[in-house]
């Protein structure tokens, strides 16, 4: 069954034994944060007990590749082909009356994000931050609907700092403060794996990543108007402020720890001001926990299903794409192709570096070589890769800032040809195999002691 809320969400784990309870008190300040590093991987929590707070909280929803092909209702090794094709396959959006969303329960112009249990998650983080809002906004020239997710700091009870990096929602926030106008907004909190997914795709200028979660679930992602912003949010979803990027408006956010497992320095960023904020009438609030599974594998694997359409247009024989948990699942990706020509690992390397600029270090792999397993990949690098041949070194490209080895984003690149040459001796880069190997079970050899 594919789950088109949170709640439906958390039914789910709770069935399949993947949701734990906590009925300690944990301290919003680093200890909740340091319980869900803990479970990272293994279980969802929802914490019933945070001290000074009135709602419970719920992280790690999303931790493993196998709960995410469970959300979206197909096995682990189509997770990738599934996503690439609902955004090839988008379906629109179904526009629901207030009466009918439940975020819209309880009304309130009067925001105090002191009423929400917003984590304070690392060492040496500037404050609390929201690290689960999906951020919806329109371009302000051609009114197209944009949703991405951003770490937003409280910095006052009804302010946001917020990161914006240079994709679809800087161009829109250039375009509004240009005219000095603000840029409405509007942030969902407490959704399901599907949404969240689908607000990381890898799209064209011009595309509703909501219409992604629809060819998710198979059915329309029900959206709401807003109270107070001319946007349209998920109506299942547990809550939602509302408010308005302010032009020419600049104040310190930062630090805070990022998925690299450094910390983002602080520096003047744009500021959200807060008009309204809708809820369920007991909502459940949602965090991730940066840096954890969860947290890299909601942006790997929409960024794994857009890569694989992407590099298929210019490499059609591309068979799978793994964004490497090692490689913060941003930085480094390996690739799987059914070599016919030489030449095309080259081409795939090239075409994953213009898709994607996070992307520094590119493997192409044989189909024979398992992209998931790490030793098996370093085992085609050592045995199929010469250096002078098969590495080549791009400099000073544009890459992501939140790089701490970049030069305020400009990130050298490394493509790795660990494919077989086509005109090689047979038998040469041939794997060995015991035939029958894979059927043999240890535990039927094995005698047990009693």
């Known amino acids: 069954m594919v789950c088109t809320s949170l709640r439906q969400w958390l039914a789910e784990l709770e069935k399949k034994e993947l949701l734990r309870h906590v009925h300690k008190e944990v301290d919003l300040r680093y200890e909740l944060a340091a319980v869900g590093q803990k479970a990272d991987g293994c279980y969802a929590l929802q914490f019933h007990k945070v001290r000074n707070a009135s709602m419970p909280v719920v992280t790690g929803i999303a931790a493993t590749r196998d709960i995410l092909a469970l959300a979206m209702g197909v096995p682990r090794e189509e997770i990738v082909e599934h996503f690439a094709r609902a955004q090839a396959n988008p379906v629109k959006c179904m526009l629901v009356d207030a009466k009918h969303a439940p975020v819209k329960e309880v009304i309130s112009h009067k ?95 011009g595309f509703d990543e909501f219409t992604i979660a629809g060819a998710l679930y198979g059915q329309p992602l029900e959206l709401v108007k807003c109270e107070t912003v001319d946007l349209e949010v998920p109506a299942q979803a547990e809550i939602v402020l509302e408010g308005r990027l302010l032009p020419g408006v600049r104040e310190v956010e930062g630090p805070f720890g990022e998925y690299p497992k450094y910390y983002g320095p602080a520096s003047p960023k744009p500021v959200i001001e807060l008009t309204a904020m809708t809820s369920r009438r007991d909502p459940i609030y949602q965090t991730i926990v940066p840096a954890t599974r969860e947290h890299l594998l909601l942006g790997a694997i929409p960024r794994e299903g857009g890569l694989l359409q992407i590099i298929r247009n210019t490499v059609p024989n591309v068979k799978a794409i793994h964004l490497t948990p090692g490689g913060t699942c941003r930085y480094h990706v390996v690739i799987s192709i059914d070599k016919q020509n030489e030449g095309e690992a080259k081409n795939a390397i090239f075409a994953a570096f213009s898709s994607s600029q996070e992307i520094k270090h590119v493997v192409v792999v044989d189909k024979d070589v398992d992209i998931f397993d790490p030793e098996d990949v370093e085992w085609a690098i050592a045995t199929r890769c010469q250096a002078g041949r098969d590495v080549f070194i791009v400099e000073r490209a544009l890459g992501n800032k939140l790089d701490p080895s970049s030069d305020n984003g400009l990130s050298d690149k490394m493509g790795i040809d660990a494919t077989a040459p086509l005109q090689a001796e047979p038998g040469r880069f041939e794997k060995i195999r015991i035939p029958n190997a894979d059927s043999i079970r240890l535990e039927d050899y094995i005698e047990t002691k009693s």
């Open 111 to 205: 925001v105090d994000l002191g009423t929400l249990p917003i984590p304070v998650h690392h060492e040496k983080d500037g404050g609390p931050y929201i690290t689960a809002g999906v951020l919806v906004a329109k371009d302000p020239q051609t009114g197209t609907r944009n949703v991405s997710i951003h770490r937003l700091q409280v910095l006052g009870p009804n302010r946001l700092g917020i990161l914006i990096l240079p994709r679809h929602l800087h161009h829109f926030f250039q375009a509004a403060e240009a005219s000095n106008n603000p840029l409405e907004v509007a942030i969902a909190i407490g959704l399901d794996p599907i949404v969240l997914l689908a607000s990381q795709a890898l799209t064209p200028p």
